[in-house]
């Protein structure tokens, strides 16, 4: 206990040094800058930024990382608020809400709620995040070879089913990328496999194909589409505060939402998304004021955002601690940490825990300095996030290219990436998953070395895999993780169908635009 | 759920990376074909078994094309555009080094994509002073010269 408290106030002390503060704030301001970009996702940011961290040390490039998610993940709330189009889809159920005060001239009001409400739902998130990640650790020191096949296994299962319209579309996705996986020297015996050339004896380099997946589809995506002008953004004159019995209302609202997007953050294969519904929904069934709801609830704006925000510190926990990315930001935020030469699990906790405390104690800071940026800055987003996609596609191809150019200064990486950007896009358009292949790309090394010593051990006997009841209770997560997507699916439509019966057409349709200020 | 057309293209995709694995990999030694046996056992198995949901959906629904869902409001000129530039980027950025492909790059797309002539002048300047301060300045990545460039330069 004493020991994690000192380790705890060392990461504090570590993370204060000027150049980590630096990082954060430029960290926080970007990922704001991306959520508030219709368009642009949480997961391409990160991806993005990926390779901008290689040189720096390990604890300073998670930082920066999860600067970029935290703030993309509020940034999306300053389009749907001001523009009525949710930056990134954790801040759909904010619109709601959100646009309905700008409508009625509290747009400030609403910024400053979601601003709030985002700061202590992420806030909060990391003290489950200080709690359960060390535990969880410990647990996985009982895994052996056929333990962590198995747990490899889990993850694709998990990852393959989230936003894929079909799971076994998902899983199949997982089974391209861990086939692709294959590409390189054999780790055990060193003979090439499937190389094209001997750039690849290393196998494919991840980062490349995470931009390429994430980001350099996303160009594609934007490509193909007629350019739009993006609606004006309101502009405000209201004060951005609220004052202290609107706070002392929204005190339970955010502790509910907090427990609901820590769950949901915690539970692989939900993410951010649905935590937004269910945050919001569950402030209209608990508010004393559920005529509000659909005009302009500044409650539902704090359920929506505090639970959102509260998704972010929940799942970096099976990510750090089991290897487990519930959503493709944290695959992302892995894959960041694989490239930095760290292995999730009890090393963290262990030999690397003064790296992993200041990352924590960085992401404590990085909820302040999204605060105070989110409420600086939130007049100058608002006007970011009506950057034509005309700009963005010639700048983020610029970025893709540059970033993964960076990582071993060989221009065949930016052939691998732009290959992986053709793949993502043709796969994106076919219902397939792009998050379960860099899942696997990042898993398939572990599950392989876990599979092959397993079978190396017992002699060839298949019988090792199914040998302990860890792999037993493993088998059982992975039928849960096939299965769990059904259940993620109808929840998340019911949370929706209740958020649309709440916004009601007519009430929209009577507020014009004259009535906003 | 109709059967979609576009599905059998995924299906083939899937059964041909499964088909061209599966040859290179008979080439290795045996020790060294675990793995791999099994991965392409997994893809094949999970694309059949997806082939099967497929079929009993066009006995049970019927068979829609899909191509009007995958490509609704597709704009192929502007697509291929810059599918085209990117690929012409890379080759570019070989030959005549980073900084003068990129403002290249982005002048040919943004011109294009009719991003008024100030407004694309000021983008390219933000964006190729980002990466000289953050890529190059900040980080020390030195960024490619070009083979044309360093020919002339010798």
């Known amino acids: 206990m004493l020991e994690t408290l000192s380790l705890m106030g060392a990461g504090f002390l570590n993370a204060l040094t000027p150049l980590n503060l630096l990082m954060m704030a430029a960290g926080v301001a970007m990922g704001i800058v991306i959520g508030c970009m219709p368009g642009l996702s949480a997961a391409m940011g990160v991806a993005l930024m990926l390779p901008m961290t290689f040189t720096m040390k390990p604890e300073t490039g998670l930082i920066v990382l999860g600067a970029i998610y935290c703030g993309a993940i509020f940034g999306g709330s300053i389009s749907a608020i001001l523009i009525h189009t949710p930056g990134t889809p954790a801040s759909a159920a904010t619109a709601i809400e959100g646009y309905q005060m700008t409508l009625r001239g509290h747009a400030g009001k609403a910024l400053f709620t979601a601003c709030y409400a985002s700061f202590?739902?992420?806030?909060?998130?990391?003290?489950?995040?200080?709690?359960?990640?060390?535990?969880?650790?410990?647990?996985?020191?009982?895994?052996?070879?056929?333990?962590?096949?198995?747990?490899?296994?889990?993850?694709?299962?998990?990852?393959?089913?989230?936003?894929?319209?079909?799971?076994?579309?998902?899983?199949?996705?997982?089974?391209?990328?861990?086939?692709i996986s294959t590409i390189g020297l054999d780790p055990i015996t060193g003979v090439k496999r499937f190389m094209p050339s001997s750039y690849f004896a290393e196998g494919i380099n991840t980062t490349c194909a995470?931009?390429?997946?994430?980001?350099?589809?996303?160009?594609?995506?934007?490509?193909?589409?007629?350019?739009?002008?993006?609606?004006?953004?309101?502009?405000?004159?209201?004060?951005?505060?609220?004052?202290?019995?609107?706070?002392?209302?929204?005190?339970?609202?955010?502790?509910?939402?907090?427990?609901?997007?820590?769950?949901?953050?915690?539970?692989?294969?939900?993410?951010?998304?649905?935590?937004?519904?269910?945050?919001?929904?569950?402030?209209?069934?608990?508010?004393?004021?559920?005529?509000?709801?659909?005009?302009?609830?500044?409650?539902?704006?704090?359920?929506?955002e505090a639970a959102n925000n509260a998704v972010t510190g929940g799942s970096l926990i099976p990510t750090l601690t089991l290897g487990i990315p519930g959503e493709s930001v944290t695959a992302v935020l892995m894959g960041g940490l694989v490239i930095q030469g760290l292995t999730p699990g009890p090393e963290l906790f262990g030999k690397y825990a003064p790296m992993t405390y200041t990352f924590f104690a960085g992401f404590v800071l990085v909820q302040f300095f999204m605060l105070g940026i989110g409420l600086i800055g939130c007049r100058g987003f608002a006007q970011i996030s009506r950057l034509s996609d005309a700009i963005l596609i010639p700048c983020v191809t610029v970025l893709c290219f540059v970033g993964s150019?960076?990582?071993?200064?060989?221009?065949?990486?930016?052939?691998?990436?732009?290959?992986?950007?053709?793949?993502?896009?043709?796969?994106?358009?076919?219902?397939?998953?792009?998050?379960?292949?860099?899942?696997?790309?990042?898993?398939g090394p572990i599950g392989?070395?876990?599979?092959?010593?397993?079978?190396?051990?017992?002699?060839?006997?298949?019988?090792?895999?199914?040998?302990?009841?860890?792999?037993?209770?493993l088998i059982a997560l992975c039928l849960f993780g096939i299965l769990s997507p059904l259940f993620m699916n109808k929840l998340e439509k019911k949370a929706e169908e209740e958020a649309e019966e709440v916004a009601n057409p007519e009430e929209l349709d009577n507020l014009t635009e004259e009535d906003s200020v | 759920m109709k059967m979609k057309k576009t599905d059998i293209g995924v299906v083939l995709f899937m059964y041909l990376v499964c088909g061209f694995f599966y040859y290179h990999m008979t080439k290795l030694k045996a020790s060294s074909q675990t793995y791999p046996r099994f991965t392409i056992v997994l893809l094949f198995g999970l694309t059949t078994l997806y082939l099967v949901q497929m079929i009993i959906a066009a006995k049970k629904y019927g068979v829609e094309s899909g191509v009007d869902e995958v490509f609704k409001d597709f704009k192929p000129a502007q697509f291929f555009v810059c599918l085209i530039a990117s690929i012409l980027y890379l080759v570019c950025i070989y030959f005549f080094g980073f900084y003068i492909s990129t403002v290249l790059f982005m002048a040919v797309v943004l011109l294009y994509l009719k991003v008024p002539p100030l407004f694309s002048a000021i983008t390219i300047l933000v964006i190729v002073g980002l990466i000289y301060f953050a890529f190059q300045r900040f980080l020390g990545v030195k960024l490619p010269v070009g083979t044309v460039l360093k020919a002339m330069g010798k």
């Open chain 1, 120 to 179: 202590w739902g992420g806030l909060l998130s990391c003290i489950s995040l200080y709690f359960f990640s060390p535990l969880l650790a410990k647990l996985t020191l009982k895994f052996m070879s056929a333990e962590y096949f198995w747990l490899s296994i889990f993850g694709l299962t998990i990852i393959a089913g989230v936003s894929a319209k079909s799971i076994v579309k998902g899983l199949m996705s997982g089974a391209l990328g861990l086939l």
């Open chain 1, 210 to 304: 995470l931009i390429g997946l994430f980001s350099m589809s996303q160009v594609f995506i934007l490509a193909e589409k007629e350019i739009k002008k993006r609606a004006q953004a309101t502009r405000f004159s209201d004060k951005m505060s609220l004052s202290r019995e609107e706070r002392k209302t929204l005190r339970p609202t955010i502790l509910r939402s907090w427990i609901i997007g820590n769950l949901i953050g915690i539970l692989p294969g939900a993410g951010a998304s649905i935590a937004c519904f269910l945050g919001y929904n569950t402030s209209r069934q608990f508010s004393k004021h559920k005529e509000m709801f659909g005009k302009g609830s500044i409650e539902g704006v704090a359920g929506s």
């Open chain 1, 405 to 443: 150019y960076a990582i071993h200064k060989n221009i065949m990486d930016i052939v691998v990436m732009l290959s992986f950007g053709v793949l993502g896009y043709l796969m994106r358009k076919l219902d397939l998953n792009t998050a379960a292949v860099v899942l696997a790309l990042i898993l």
């Open chain 1, 448 to 473: 392989e070395k876990g599979l092959r010593n397993a079978l190396r051990t017992s002699r060839g006997s298949i019988s090792v895999l199914f040998s302990s009841p860890v792999c037993w209770v």
